[in-house]
């Protein structure tokens, strides 16, 4: 039995940009917020950090300063991701060295491994750190997921400790769990999956949505592990309309849109990414405020 990288909320922090560069102490500024209203870990540059845009440099210095900045007080798990074996190696090499708690990596994007390409790129990675590795399951993103076969073999891996799970797939969550029980932990990776995804076994979630609701998305974790599914439900039920929003454009468009508006001032959006359409710009606002959000 493995013991898992985190239970509760992990924030998928936003990255915040200034002047061409990452904001730093507007980073540090979040951190401390997402500590502060409960979150159980940070994760680092993965989708919801742009991690698709930074450099090789930013990448590895934002995952470093983060863990100075945290300095303990929660976990980091630092996403390391790519769809080269060896540059995935590479990232999760530099995380480990900056003393990052844990990894996240997701499945191979654009070249589309088979199952067995699959094992072996998460083996190749596991057999070379000695960080937990949290597995990503997202194949509306990367064209490519698990099957419960492949979870199983993962699983016997004593470094591969869980996966963020968003494949939606509610049968594949019931049948991985049944297969690989506390070898093979699991968190949601969808956002108004996270109740009923707890209810069956799920520790918790690696969210979106925690940017800008991070104490909602505490508590609700923290009702559903304490067995108290009524409030945990409550509380996601609450913030349904924001979340269904908040993927009205492709993640981070909307998160990060909402932390402006929030007066966070975590700037600009990377090409390929742009403003969002003024139409669904509205209807965010409406949900924010629906939500109890104030808009700066």
């Avoid at 979340?243 to 009205?248: D, Q, V, W, Y």
């Amino acid at each position: 039995m493995k013991t898992p990288v985190f239970t509760g909320s992990s924030v998928a922090i936003c990255t915040p940009f200034k002047d061409g560069g990452i904001n730093y102490p507007k980073l540090a500024q979040l951190i401390d917020w997402q500590i502060e209203n409960g979150t159980s870990a940070i994760t680092i540059c993965g989708t919801t950090g742009e991690a698709s845009t930074l450099t090789l440099e930013e990448h590895i210095e934002a995952v470093d300063f983060c863990v100075r900045h945290v300095a303990g007080r929660v976990k980091v798990i630092a996403a390391s991701s790519s769809n080269d074996t060896q540059a995935a190696l590479l990232l999760s090499e530099k995380a480990e060295q900056s003393g990052a708690d844990a990894l996240m990596i997701v499945t191979p994007y654009y070249n589309r491994p088979t199952q067995r390409g699959l094992i072996a790129h998460f083996e190749y990675i596991a057999d070379r750190v000695s960080l937990p590795i949290v597995l990503y399951n997202v194949p509306g993103r990367t064209g490519v997921g698990f099957t419960v076969d492949t979870y199983k073999t993962l699983s016997r891996h004593p470094l591969i400790n869980g996966v963020k799970e968003a494949c939606g797939d509610f049968s594949l969550l019931g049948r991985t769990i049944d297969a690989c029980g506390n070898d093979l932990y699991i968190w949601s990776g969808n956002d108004g999956d996270t109740v009923p995804m707890m209810s069956l076994g799920a520790l918790g979630t690696i969210s979106v949505s925690a940017n800008i609701i991070p104490r909602d998305v505490a508590d609700m974790c923290q009702a559903a592990l304490d067995g108290d599914f009524a409030r945990a439900a409550a509380l996601q039920l609450k913030h349904t309309a924001l979340i269904h929003n908040l993927f009205l454009e492709v993640n981070p468009i909307p998160v990060k849109t909402a932390l402006n508006l929030m007066g966070m001032d975590v700037g600009e959006l990377r090409l390929p990414l742009c403003d969002m359409a003024p139409e669904n710009l509205e209807k965010l606002k409406a949900a924010m405020v629906a939500s109890g959000i104030s808009l700066a």
